[in-house]
């Protein structure tokens, strides 16, 4: 019998906080996770808004790139066997075309594919205040075996720059995947101070 390959698909849609899908694959390359991307055309605006990279910069990090109408893309299809996908970062868009079986681009349509083969399904939700339009669609998505996880900084690492919490909330996502990263503060992992530091609870 064979196994699944480290395989994971990476949704990348156009919410505030691309570096986090940025960091996510520099970080699966480190660890030697084929990675099949996808990124939506919204994020191509948003990358050149909120960095100074390029896409060729970004599918440079990818181990297989697909572009977003690729309807007959490999990860638009059940039989393709991957360990899950990750949308990081996931914006309320895309939260509702998955929520609601919208898969008119290969981003939703992949992490349809993931939810109906009972794969995990992981959301970096990224959005504040949350209306309650949002709030049904997490809810609607958790029903369906989706994990929603909103990029909250973890304060209790002592993250001494913007680049540690990033690398902290990476590292925990891919804690959902049994990926161990080496970026997370674990409890009591502070070696000098007695009972260490809290890392999650």
Known sequence: MTTTPR????????????????????????????????????????????????????????????????????????????????????SMRTLAEIANGITGSLLPRAADVVLKERRRLVLVARETPLHLGHIRNMAAVTEMGAIVYPPVPAMYAKPASIEEMIDHTVGRVLDLFDIDTGTVRRWRDAPDEPGGEPNGV
């Not at 893309?73 to 996908?85: D, E, L």
């Open 7 to 90: 395989r994971l698909i990476v949704g990348i849609s156009g919410a505030s906080g691309i570096v986090y899908g940025l960091r996510l694959l520099e970080i699966l390359r480190a660890v030697d996770v084929e990675t099949h991307v996808v990124v939506s055309s919204a994020a191509k605006v948003t990358l050149a808004l909120e960095t100074d990279r390029t896409l060729a910069d970004l599918q440079a990090l990818a181990d297989v790139w697909y572009a977003t109408n690729d309807i007959g893309a490999a990860i638009s299809s059940g039989s393709f066997r991957t360990s899950g996908m990750i949308v990081c970062p996931c």
